[in-house]
């Protein structure tokens, strides 16, 4: 064609497109150019759509991982421990099992036996926490720290100091002979000899100890009085006999007795 005089032939344009279907090879496309169309073969390329990574949500992470598939099996179908089997802390409350339980149910309703593996361990846990409820447990180590921590308690225990070793041996050796002499030969007045000499023997030890006759008289006879009441309390209400004879009573009391009185005689101050 002509413009102005000067001769111009029409220029072809060749696109590269990129078209996005997938399966698409080659594609013919029409291009105006001044007033003539033209054509040209465009070359296409196969579209592969990329796969957007997947983000799990925190419940996802902490119950189970995230499928489409409504027919999946849950993962710990088999395990025992109904805590591990929801993927919950021992320690959760209500509110969170139930939220375990309804996010697991609805993840694997289509695969039955992981329905009935999630319900079973979401009813033993519900079961436990109301039994909790009605029996609470006791916590031992909780009551022994809170009456060691009483004031009682502290001015008993200040009243008790370990000797040395060779002292807690006489001591024991003492009044070990005493309980043999009392089970070996009783007598129809019962071990009256026995526990004065214990009496006895609880005052001088006591008195080696503290070197002052007035305290060691004062707390070997109290020693002696607590001691001796609290044997016959012991065997009347809650220590069934152990001897056999019309003395076992009174032999078991001098027992008692002597296991007190060396407590008192090697350990109080």
Known sequence: MAISGVAASPIKYCLQLPVQCPGLREKRVSVSNLGRSSHCTVSTQKYHPRRMPLVKCAMEAS???STDDSAAIFPRINVKDPYKRLGINIEASEDEIQAARNFLIQRYAGHKPSVDAIEAAHDKIIMQKFYDRKNPKIDIKKKVREMKQSRVVQAVTSRFRTPATKFI????????VLGALTVLFPTEEGPTL???ISLITAMY???DRLK????????????FIFSWLMGTFLMVSVVP???KGPRSLEVTTSLITYVLLWVSSTYLI
Do not use: D, E, M, W
């Not at 041996?169 to 070990?176: D, E, P, Q």
């Not at 002052?212 to 020693?223: H, P, Q, S």
């Open 169 to 176: 041996v006489k001591t024991s050796i003492a009044f070990i």
């Open 241 to 243: 006999p152990i001897f």
């Open 63 to 65: 119950f189970g991982g």
């Open 205 to 207: 030890f006591i008195h």
């Open 212 to 223: 002052n006759k007035l305290r060691a008289f004062l707390y070997g006879a109290g020693a």
């Open 194 to 196: 026995q526990v004065a």
